[in-house]
């Protein structure tokens, strides 16, 4: 009998629908569920709190922190952020502390104007750095990322002048979506 999940679609929904953050658990719970007692979750919540923009990953990792859960371990928040100076670290930190866990990268990202405000959950990693021509290795089983501007031109002026009401409440939905995926009774 096979225990793996199904590989499911994408998950697209704005922040601002009201079932929002119903929709982000029952995405992650659909993976999460299927996971041995072993292997332990890990999120990893990408980004610097120097740029509004690219502080969707800290602020994120900040508001799941104050849930203080049992059923993950948390890298990246406000205090003690994951960004590209520091990256290569903490995965290596992750995979000695960690037999095979599984690993949930968050982070923000860039798009066409239409998208802003919308968070996207999918399968496989999530590819930091990318908005911003920088290589940096992948992070995450599935990943969670948010449009927090738009993309294509002048990325690190955009990223520095990107509303911090959107990103404060992306943050919310998905810290609130990912908490009630991983401790549903």
Same mark, same amino acid.
């Given at each position: 009998?096979?225990?793996?999940?199904?590989?499911?679609?994408?998950?697209?929904?704005?922040?601002?629908?009201?079932?929002?953050?119903?929709?982000?658990?029952?995405?992650?719970?659909?993976?999460?569920?299927?996971?041995?007692?072993?292997?332990?979750?890990?999120?990893?919540?990408?980004?610097?709190?120097?740029?509004?923009?690219?502080?969707?990953?800290? !602020?994120? /990792?900040? =508001?799941?922190?104050?849930?203080?859960?049992?059923? %993950?371990? $948390?890298?990246? &928040?406000?205090?003690?952020? #994951?960004?590209?100076?520091?990256?290569?670290?903490?995965?290596?930190?992750?995979?000695?502390?960690?037999?095979?866990?599984?690993?949930?990268?968050?982070?923000?990202?860039?798009?066409?104007?239409?998208?802003?405000?919308?968070?996207?959950?999918?399968?496989?990693?999530?590819?930091?750095?990318?908005?911003?021509?920088?290589?940096?290795?992948?992070?995450?089983?599935?990943? !969670?990322? /948010?449009? =927090?501007?738009?993309?294509?031109?002048?990325?690190? %002026?955009? $990223?520095?002048? &990107?509303?911090?009401?959107? #990103?404060?409440?992306?943050?919310?939905?998905?810290?609130?979506?990912?908490?009630?995926?991983?401790?549903?009774?």
């Amino acid at each position: 009998m096979n225990l793996a999940p199904k590989q499911q679609t994408p998950l697209k929904v704005d922040y601002t629908d009201p079932s929002a953050a119903i929709q982000l658990a029952e995405w992650i719970s659909g993976y999460t569920k299927w996971l041995p007692a072993n292997r332990r979750i890990v999120v990893v919540c990408l980004g610097t709190d120097r740029s509004t923009g690219d502080s969707l990953g800290p !602020i994120t /990792g900040t =508001v799941l922190s104050k849930f203080k859960s049992p059923s %993950f371990d $948390l890298f990246g &928040t406000l205090e003690e952020p #994951v960004h590209a100076v520091n990256l290569g670290d903490t995965l290596d930190l992750i995979r000695s502390r960690y037999r095979q866990p599984f690993i949930v990268g968050v982070d923000a990202c860039l798009g066409k104007a239409a998208s802003v405000g919308t968070i996207h959950v999918g399968e496989g990693p999530i590819r930091p750095g990318a908005g911003v021509n920088k290589e940096l290795p992948p992070v995450g089983d599935i990943h !969670i990322s /948010g449009v =927090v501007n738009i993309g294509g031109f002048m990325e690190y %002026f955009v $990223l520095q002048n &990107t509303r911090l009401h959107l #990103v404060m409440g992306m943050a919310e939905l998905i810290a609130q979506g990912f908490y009630r995926a991983v401790n549903r009774e």
